[in-house]
């Protein structure tokens, strides 16, 4: 990561790690892997003012935030004099010493186009209550709806949230830092003055806009839903809908109704790296730059430019630049995290020095984004024949103090709230509050972990309470390609759940499950089996991607992304997808590279009304990164991308050697790393030849292209050489010529893309997978152990078998955690407070997680099976990260229902609960 795209605003120009030699499309080893476990320089944390190139000063300073400790009293200041003399000399900036644009700075949500549709369906019934009530609306962050809040709490208002910054303190040196920082922690109450609030507390525990609700009735040849309903009828459409689901579930004869109930506490993603960075406000060049892991560099870029863009900025900013590094992990944990931000703000503060902002694992745990805290109640409707006829399901998610992702985690769960299965009917409604807690963010699962432990624990209580058999319930009710979601999306993705359930009913760990069972009736323990299966959507409902693909004269190739490497493996894959394609394997793998889309020449802006039709025009331009976004949608961009760059190169330099001016791509292939006639009728061409004689043709020397998905991929034709059209699944294509930074854009023709009609659908891309966990409960001590996982998951094309592996086993670890051990209380009794660490916060250990990878009885493993590529996959995968940990909650609650005739809904599962419920 650490590196930009070669173009006049990057601030950085590095590589780490090199694709090894090897067979072209198959990764050797992880190109991050030596660079990393050799401690070399790669994450923010690592570096310092002194490490950057020039003209960055080689001295800096040192930022430290203060956090808010209550929110029912006014803040009033500070007691400087209670620091230590060292740290006596810091610049301390309070919230009423900052530009309106500083304090609350006007940051984007847009991220996916449900959700924008949803947002404009709620303005649209606001302003009709408005207008009826004669009610303005101010704006502001404690008005929910608002996404503006202050960076600082000014002197005389109450906090917004716990944690939210109340002061800033800028340190010339490491020693008063540190001096402060250990002065203050654990005891900063001595340091914060509070007083009585004026009047009313503002309003918490209101939902922040938009509120999801997904109404579906498709009985007797009459259709509701949320995908076809008109969008600004459907709101009030809806509720006679409910009334006719009630009136159809009355009139089924023993109808079964099982009650749905379950909550989660928020949790931690706990990565690697708690957040660091470094700001440089450049005063002779008006540049800031920033040295920052993130898992939305062009999103963070946008915002920051918001805080210094208005007309009451301190310092006119011409440039925004961004060194990316590898964040080390998060999954979610970073995506609109407020940290770039207050790295930015301090920047202003340091009269052109460099300075630095780190948080350690206490500050991380204090102030970092949350897996959000939720309780789901509801109840499934199942039909004497098995068939589910209703899902009604309430999901509310706690979103802490700042808006952030919130609603569109709830979004994301209320459609995971169907979870694998077909229903004619569904009544579900989702929302993020605003509380006082620690805010909430993405995470890894997007609210899937939450909706599908709720449904699929509701669906095993029917089977126990019935005597059906588990497997046979889920696979009477699994959804199918062409069937429709509680959306009323349809699904046109081969699932293969019918097939993946064949494989669990036959492995042996659920075959012989009685047996085992028994085996263990004689030892001080309880054993236990459950099954789960989960159908995790990825993507964003409209998703935006862009890279570059360049080659040296000397057949180097350089794959560039503005995606981010979270640890999961994306700049591994990304460099060895281009083999088949390029002949090698790319060299170099740059991420996190902002500037890519700013170069392609195309707008989000659709003045003309004409979408597709407008050669200038895309849906979106980029989205945050995702672990999940890259089998897909990296993936496509960089292959295409990669095809564009041998048409216009690579393919025109052989016409020349071999001197046969119709070559065209089905004539040549590669073997062994050079291109040959697929007749061999000539000696092949090495890509260094290939490369040279590119050059000195003064043939392009990269590509760069954008692509866009909803439901199918845009298209065009390119004119990549002398008039001859090219037909890619890009909207974008660019071409690096000669000396020039900036690509030549080649317009394109005869374009199309999906429908606007399809954003409704909401999600249109699946991760399926089956889960079977057996676990044993000491019957003293309540303790349980994960004894075995089993896997199966429907990934589609595997670029990188042992990252997909690597993915799954992560995934486990992370569900055996967030099940059974990670807890973080709300309010000033959780991380809050400042003081927790992993001394109270416990995670999974080697111990906790079965280390095998082959299930043998009397033996712990987790055995993963992924399901071969069929033609109905065209070639493209799956995003898996999420996927394996969404159904292991559900199957270890499920197990344990087996082993001790207990359920449990309330997460995380700990022995005391275990106990409580044995002894009632």
Same mark, same amino acid.
């Given at each position: 990561?650490?590196?930009?795209?070669?173009?006049?605003?990057?601030?950085?120009?590095?590589?780490?790690?090199? *694709?090894?030699?090897?067979? &072209?499309?198959?990764?050797?080893?992880?190109?991050?892997?030596?660079?990393?476990? %050799?401690?070399?320089?790669?994450?923010?944390?690592?570096?310092?003012?002194?490490?950057?190139?020039? $003209?960055?000063?080689?001295?800096?300073?040192?930022?430290?935030?203060?956090?808010?400790?209550?929110?029912?009293?006014?803040?009033?200041?500070?007691?400087?004099?209670?620091?230590?003399?060292?740290?006596?000399?810091?610049?301390?900036?309070?919230?009423?010493?900052?530009?309106?644009?500083?304090?609350?700075?006007?940051?984007?949500?847009?991220?996916?186009?449900?959700?924008?549709?949803?947002?404009?369906?709620?303005?649209?019934?606001?302003?009709?209550?408005?207008? !009826?009530?004669?009610?303005?609306?101010?704006?502001?962050?404690?008005?929910?709806?608002?996404?503006?809040?202050?960076?600082?709490?000014?002197?005389?208002?109450?906090? =917004?949230?716990?944690?939210?910054?109340?002061?800033?303190? +800028?340190?010339? =040196?490491?020693?008063?830092?540190?001096?402060?920082?250990?002065?203050?922690?654990?005891?900063?109450?001595?340091?914060?003055?509070?007083?009585?609030?004026?009047?009313?507390?503002? $309003?918490?525990?209101?939902?922040?806009?938009?509120?999801?609700?997904?109404?579906?009735?498709?009985?007797?040849?009459?259709?509701?839903?949320?995908?076809?309903?008109?969008?600004?009828?459907?709101?009030?459409?809806?509720?006679?809908?409910?009334?006719?689901?009630?009136?159809?579930?009355?009139?089924?004869?023993?109808?079964?109704?099982?009650?749905?109930?379950?909550?989660?506490?928020?949790?931690?993603?706990?990565?690697?790296?708690?957040? !660091?960075?470094?700001?440089?406000?450049?005063?002779?060049?008006?540049?800031?730059?920033?040295?920052?892991?993130?898992? *939305?560099?062009?999103?963070?870029?946008?915002?920051?430019?918001?805080?210094?863009?208005?007309?009451?900025?301190?310092?006119?900013?011409?440039?925004?630049?961004?060194?990316?590094?590898? $964040?080390?992990?998060?999954?979610?944990?970073?995506?609109?995290?407020?940290?770039?931000?207050?790295?930015?703000?301090?920047?202003?503060?340091?009269?052109?020095?460099?300075?630095?902002?780190?948080?350690?694992?206490?500050?991380?745990?204090?102030?970092?984004?949350?897996?959000?805290?939720?309780?789901?109640?509801?109840?499934?409707?199942?039909?004497?024949?098995? #068939?589910?006829?209703?899902?009604?399901? #309430?999901?509310?998610?706690?979103?802490?103090?700042?808006?952030?992702?919130?609603?569109?985690?709830?979004?994301?769960?209320?459609?995971? !709230?169907?979870?694998?299965?077909?229903?004619?009917?569904?009544?579900?409604?989702?929302?993020?509050?605003?509380?006082?807690?620690?805010?909430?963010?993405?995470?890894?699962?997007?609210?899937?972990?939450?909706?599908?432990?709720?449904?699929?624990?509701?669906?095993?209580?029917?089977?126990?309470?019935?005597?059906?058999?588990?497997?046979?319930?889920?696979?009477? @009710?699994?959804?199918?390609?062409?069937?429709?979601?509680?959306?009323?999306?349809?699904?046109?993705?081969?699932?293969?759940?019918?097939?993946?359930?064949?494989?669990?009913?036959?492995?042996?760990?659920?075959?012989?499950?009685?047996?085992?069972?028994?085996?263990?009736? #004689?030892?001080?323990?309880?054993?236990?089996?459950?099954?789960?299966?989960?159908?995790?959507?990825?993507?964003?409902?409209?998703?935006? %991607?862009?890279?570059?693909?360049?080659?040296?004269?000397?057949?180097?190739?350089?794959?560039?992304?503005?995606?981010?490497?979270?640890?999961?493996?994306?700049?591994?894959?990304?460099?060895?997808?281009?083999?088949? +394609?390029?002949?090698?394997?790319?060299?170099?793998?740059?991420?996190?590279?902002? %500037?890519?889309?700013?170069?392609?020449?195309?707008?989000?802006?659709?003045?003309?009304?004409?979408?597709?039709?407008?050669?200038?025009?895309?849906?979106?331009?980029?989205?945050?990164?995702?672990?999940?976004?890259?089998?897909?949608?990296?993936?496509?961009?960089?292959?295409?991308?990669?095809?564009?760059?041998?048409?216009?190169?690579?393919?025109?330099?052989?016409?020349?050697?071999?001197?046969?001016?119709?070559?065209?791509?089905?004539?040549?292939?590669?073997? @062994?790393?050079?291109?040959?006639?697929?007749?061999?009728?000539?000696?092949?061409?090495?890509?260094?030849?290939?490369?040279?004689?590119?050059?000195?043709?003064?043939? &392009?020397?990269?590509?760069?292209?954008?692509?866009?998905?909803?439901?199918?991929?845009?298209?065009?034709?390119?004119?990549?050489?002398?008039?001859?059209?090219?037909?890619?699944?890009?909207?974008?294509?660019?071409?690096?010529?000669?000396?020039? *930074?900036?690509?030549?854009?080649?317009?394109?023709?005869?374009?199309?893309?999906?429908?606007?009609?399809?954003?409704?659908?909401?999600?249109?891309?699946?991760?399926?997978?089956? @889960?079977?966990?057996?676990?044993?409960?000491?019957?003293? #001590?309540?303790?349980?152990?994960?004894?075995?996982?089993?896997? +199966?998951?429907?990934?589609?094309?595997?670029?990188?078998?042992?990252?997909?592996?690597?993915?799954?086993?992560?995934?486990?670890?992370?569900?055996?955690?967030?099940?059974?051990?990670?807890?973080?209380?709300?309010?000033?009794?959780?991380?809050?407070?400042?003081?927790?660490?992993?001394?109270?916060?416990?995670?999974?250990?080697?111990?906790?997680?079965?280390?095998?990878?082959?299930?043998?009885?009397?033996?712990?493993?987790?055995?993963?099976?992924?399901?071969?590529?069929?033609?109905?996959?065209?070639?493209?995968?799956?995003?898996?990260?999420?996927?394996?940990?969404?159904?292991?909650?559900?199957?270890?609650?499920?197990?344990?229902?087996?082993?001790?005739?207990?359920?449990? %809904?309330?997460?995380?599962?700990? &022995?005391?609960?275990?106990?409580?419920?044995?002894?009632?």
């Amino acid at each position: 990561m650490l590196g930009l795209p070669a173009v006049a605003n990057s601030s950085q120009q590095a590589q780490i790690g090199t *694709s090894p030699a090897g067979t &072209p499309g198959v990764a050797a080893q992880r190109i991050d892997g030596v660079a990393k476990v %050799t401690g070399q320089k790669v994450y923010a944390r690592d570096f310092d003012a002194r490490d950057m190139p020039e $003209p960055w000063p080689k001295t800096q300073t040192y930022a430290m935030f203060l956090r808010a400790l209550t929110t029912k009293e006014r803040f009033i200041g500070l007691r400087t004099s209670a620091l230590p003399k060292v740290a006596q000399s810091a610049r301390i900036v309070l919230g009423n010493q900052l530009t309106k644009a500083q304090r609350s700075p006007q940051v984007s949500f847009r991220r996916d186009l449900v959700m924008d549709q949803q947002i404009k369906e709620t303005r649209f019934v606001n302003q009709q209550i408005k207008e !009826a009530l004669f009610d303005p609306s101010p704006e502001g962050f404690d008005r929910p709806s608002a996404v503006v809040y202050d960076l600082i709490v000014q002197p005389g208002n109450v906090p =917004d949230y716990l944690g939210q910054a109340v002061a800033l303190l +800028i340190f010339d =040196d490491f020693k008063g830092y540190r001096a402060a920082l250990q002065a203050m922690q654990f005891q900063d109450d001595q340091f914060q003055i509070y007083a009585p609030p004026d009047g009313p507390l503002p $309003p918490k525990d209101q939902p922040f806009d938009p509120k999801t609700t997904y109404v579906k009735y498709d009985v007797d040849g009459e259709a509701f839903d949320y995908a076809t309903a008109n969008p600004y009828a459907y709101p009030h459409e809806a509720d006679t809908y409910r009334g006719k689901i009630e009136a159809r579930l009355a009139s089924i004869p023993g109808l079964i109704r099982q009650d749905i109930q379950s909550d989660m506490r928020a949790m931690d993603p706990m990565f690697m790296e708690p957040e !660091a960075g470094l700001a440089w406000l450049d005063p002779e060049k008006k540049i800031l730059r920033l040295v920052l892991g993130t898992q *939305s560099p062009d999103g963070d870029v946008r915002d920051i430019v918001s805080m210094y863009k208005e007309g009451d900025a301190p310092t006119p900013l011409d440039e925004v630049t961004l060194t990316s590094c590898y $964040p080390g992990g998060g999954f979610g944990g970073r995506d609109k995290s407020p940290f770039s931000l207050m790295l930015a703000l301090a920047a202003a503060f340091t009269d052109g020095r460099p300075v630095k902002l780190i948080y350690d694992r206490f500050e991380q745990f204090r102030v970092g984004l949350k897996r959000h805290a939720a309780t789901l109640s509801g109840q499934l409707a199942i039909a004497p024949d098995k #068939t589910i006829q209703n899902i009604e399901m #309430t999901l509310q998610f706690d979103g802490g103090g700042r808006k952030n992702l919130s609603p569109y985690v709830a979004s994301l769960a209320a459609l995971c !709230a169907g979870g694998s299965y077909k229903t004619p009917m569904a009544n579900i409604y989702a929302d993020a509050i605003h509380s006082e807690n620690i805010s909430g963010g993405s995470q890894r699962g997007f609210g899937g972990p939450q909706a599908f432990f709720a449904i699929e624990t509701a669906l095993d209580d029917v089977a126990a309470a019935k005597g059906w058999d588990p497997v046979d319930l889920r696979r009477i @009710n699994a959804i199918s390609q062409n069937d429709t979601t509680v959306v009323g999306g349809p699904v046109e993705q081969e699932l293969r759940l019918t097939e993946m359930l064949d494989m669990a009913e036959a492995h042996p760990l659920w075959a012989n499950r009685a047996a085992l069972k028994q085996d263990y009736d #004689t030892r001080e323990v309880n054993y236990g089996t459950g099954i789960a299966m989960s159908l995790q959507a990825y993507g964003t409902s409209g998703d935006g %991607t862009v890279a570059a693909v360049l080659i040296t004269p000397e057949g180097k190739l350089t794959v560039q992304s503005d995606a981010v490497d979270m640890g999961n493996g994306s700049a591994t894959t990304l460099g060895v997808v281009i083999g088949d +394609i390029l002949g090698a394997n790319a060299d170099h793998v740059d991420m996190g590279c902002y %500037t890519l889309f700013g170069q392609t020449g195309l707008t989000t802006k659709d003045t003309t009304g004409t979408r597709w039709a407008n050669p200038d025009w895309t849906a979106k331009g980029v989205g945050s990164s995702s672990a999940c976004l890259t089998g897909l949608h990296q993936v496509h961009v960089v292959q295409q991308t990669a095809h564009a760059l041998f048409e216009a190169t690579l393919l025109p330099a052989a016409r020349q050697i071999w001197g046969q001016p119709d070559l065209v791509r089905s004539d040549v292939t590669w073997r @062994n790393g050079a291109l040959s006639l697929v007749d061999g009728a000539t000696d092949p061409i090495s890509l260094p030849s290939l490369a040279t004689a590119a050059a000195e043709m003064g043939l &392009p020397r990269g590509a760069l292209g954008h692509a866009y998905f909803q439901n199918t991929w845009a298209e065009a034709d390119f004119d990549l050489r002398e008039g001859a059209l090219t037909h890619l699944a890009l909207d974008g294509v660019s071409l690096y010529e000669g000396e020039q *930074s900036l690509p030549r854009r080649v317009v394109r023709q005869n374009g199309f893309g999906p429908d606007s009609a399809s954003k409704r659908y909401s999600r249109y891309v699946w991760a399926p997978c089956v @889960n079977i966990v057996s676990l044993t409960v000491h019957r003293t #001590t309540g303790r349980v152990q994960i004894e075995n996982v089993v896997s +199966i998951l429907n990934a589609g094309r595997i670029h990188v078998h042992d990252l997909v592996s690597g993915q799954s086993q992560g995934g486990v670890a992370m569900a055996i955690s967030y099940t059974l051990h990670e807890d973080l209380p709300p309010g000033m009794g959780g991380p809050a407070n400042g003081t927790w660490n992993l001394d109270q916060y416990h995670v999974a250990r080697m111990q906790d997680v079965p280390l095998g990878v082959e299930y043998r009885p009397g033996a712990r493993a987790q055995e993963l099976h992924i399901l071969d590529e069929t033609p109905a996959d065209k070639g493209q995968g799956r995003g898996i990260a999420e996927a394996v940990m969404c159904s292991i909650p559900p199957a270890i609650s499920n197990a344990l229902r087996d082993a001790v005739g207990k359920r449990y %809904t309330s997460l995380p599962i700990t &022995p005391e609960k275990i106990l409580e419920g044995l002894r009632a």
